[in-house]
T-cell receptor, first 114, second 115 residues
Framework: DAGVIQSPRHEVTEMGQEVTLRCKPI?????LFWYRQTMMRGLELLIY????????DSGMPEDRFSAKMPNASFSTLKIQPSEPRDSAVYFC????????????FGPGTRLLVL | GENVEQHPSTLSVQEGDSAVIKCTYS??????FPWYKQELGKRPQLIID?????GEKKDQRIAVTLNKTAKHFSLHITETQPEDSAVYFC??????????????FGRGTSLIVHP
C-alpha cells in the first residue's frame, strides 16, 4: 500500500489566491482527517470525515476554509482567499475505525502564502 | 473538550542515556493514547500506543506507561541513539459518536541526542 498520498507537496502562492490541497487516504480506511501544523499552535485538527461525511468541522478557522470528500478515495481542502497567516504544513491522515484507532499521516503539503 | 499537556518541550540527552516525556490529559473518556515521532520535514509516525485497560507496554527500547487515575501517561526511551532525535507527540483519543477515534495532541517534545 502506498500509504496516504497528498498533493502538492509544496505550494507557494500569493495572498488572495485560491489554494486546493488534495488527499488520497489508504484504501479501505473510512475516516479522514485534515490537520494544520505550525510552530505557534502545534498540530490542530481542522475537520474529519467518517464514511465520506463531514462529522466535525469545528476546527476550521474561518469561512475561507472548506473541505470536501466526494468519494472514499479523495478529499480536498480549499482556502479561498488565502492569507499569509495560512502558511503552515497541512497533513491529511486516515484510519479504519472498525479495527484500528491509529491514524496514518500523509507526507504533508507545505504551504507558503506571500 | 480534551486538553493534553506535554513536558518538557525540549529534552537534551547524551547517547546511551534514557529519556522520559510526560503527558497529562483532562477527559476521563479518553481511552487510547498513541505516541508519534516526527523527524524534521517528515510526517508524524506512530511509534507505540497504549489502551486504557493496560498500564504499561514495551517495544524494544521504548515503553509507555499509563496511570488512568491520575490521567498521566509517559514515554520512556532507553539507550538513546542519535537517530532518536526528533519531535515526539503524545495524544489522548476517545471514540466519537461517528465511530472515529479523535486525538487531541500535546504540543510536542523536541528530543536531541548528542553523540
Amino acid at each position: 500500500d502506498a500509504g496516504v498520498i497528498q498533493s502538492p507537496r509544496h505550494e507557494v502562492t500569493e495572498m488572495g489566491q485560491e489554494v486546493t490541497l488534495r488527499c488520497k487516504p489508504i484504501s479501505g480506511h473510512n475516516s479522514l482527517f485534515w490537520y494544520r501544523q505550525t510552530m505557534m499552535r502545534g498540530l490542530e485538527l481542522l475537520i474529519y470525515f467518517n464514511n465520506n461525511v463531514p462529522i466535525d468541522d469545528s476546527g476550521m478557522p474561518e469561512d475561507r476554509f472548506s473541505a470536501k470528500m466526494p468519494n472514499a478515495s479523495f478529499s480536498t481542502l480549499k482556502i479561498q482567499p488565502s492569507e499569509p497567516r495560512d502558511s503552515a504544513v497541512y497533513f491529511c491522515a486516515s484510519s479504519f475505525d472498525k479495527r484500528m484507532e491509529t491514524q496514518y499521516f500523509g507526507p504533508g503539503t507545505r504551504l507558503l502564502v506571500l | 473538550g480534551e486538553n493534553v499537556e506535554q513536558h518538557p518541550s525540549t529534552l537534551s540527552v547524551q547517547e546511551g542515556d534514557s529519556a522520559v516525556i510526560k503527558c497529562t490529559y483532562s477527559d476521563s473518556a479518553s481511552n487510547y493514547f498513541p505516541w508519534y515521532k516526527q523527524e524534521l520535514g517528515k510526517r508524524p509516525q506512530l511509534i507505540i500506543d497504549i489502551r486504557s485497560n493496560v498500564g504499561e507496554k514495551k517495544d524494544q527500547r521504548i515503553a509507555v506507561t499509563l496511570n488512568k487515575t491520575a490521567k498521566h501517561f509517559s514515554l520512556h526511551i532507553t539507550e538513546t541513539q542519535p537517530e532518536d532525535s526528533a519531535v515526539y507527540f503524545c495524544a489522548a483519543s476517545e471514540r466519537a459518536s461517528g465511530g472515529s477515534y479523535i486525538p487531541t495532541f500535546g504540543r510536542g517534545t523536541s528530543l536531541i541526542v548528542h553523540p
